[in-house]
Nanobody, 121 residues
Framework: QVQLVESGGGLVQPGGSLNLSCVAS????????MEWHRQTPGNERALLAS???????RYSDSAEGRFTISREDAKNTVFLQMNSLKPEDTAFYYC???????????????WGQGTQVTVSS
């Protein structure tokens, strides 16, 4: 069973920074694209950033210039460095990953449980 666990959320003042981590564990053959999303109450989950297994990154308009996605494949981990945080960045942040559990296995999209980020003075 593959699990993704996020960490690094919390309370931060406007203008501050946080570095979120998401670790995948379990039976993993290969991890392909990894992503970060966020969700606020009453709204749909929104994609912030993605990174392919080859290192190609993409950002949403809200993340471009302030957030940086990276990954450390040896540790099955994806990071989201968030700088210049604003109150409107307050949300629950989720990671997801496309994974195969074995060589010829199907692609599985796995989600973490999320971590709360609150930006407030």
């Amino acid at each position: 069973q593959v699990q993704l666990v996020e960490s690094g959320g919390g309370l931060v003042q406007p203008g501050g920074s946080l570095n979120l981590s998401c670790v995948a564990s379990g039976t993993i053959f290969r991890i392909y694209t990894m992503e970060w999303h966020r969700q606020t109450p009453g709204n749909e989950r929104a994609l912030l950033a993605s990174i392919t297994s080859g290192g190609t990154v993409r950002y949403s308009d809200s993340a471009e210039g302030r957030f940086t996605i990276s990954r450390e494949d040896a540790k099955n981990t994806v990071f989201l460095q968030m700088n210049s945080l604003k109150p409107e960045d307050t949300a629950f942040y989720y990671c997801d990953a496309l994974i195969t559990e074995y060589g010829a296995g199907p692609l599985l999209k796995m989600w973490g449980q999320g971590t709360q980020v609150t930006v407030s003075s």
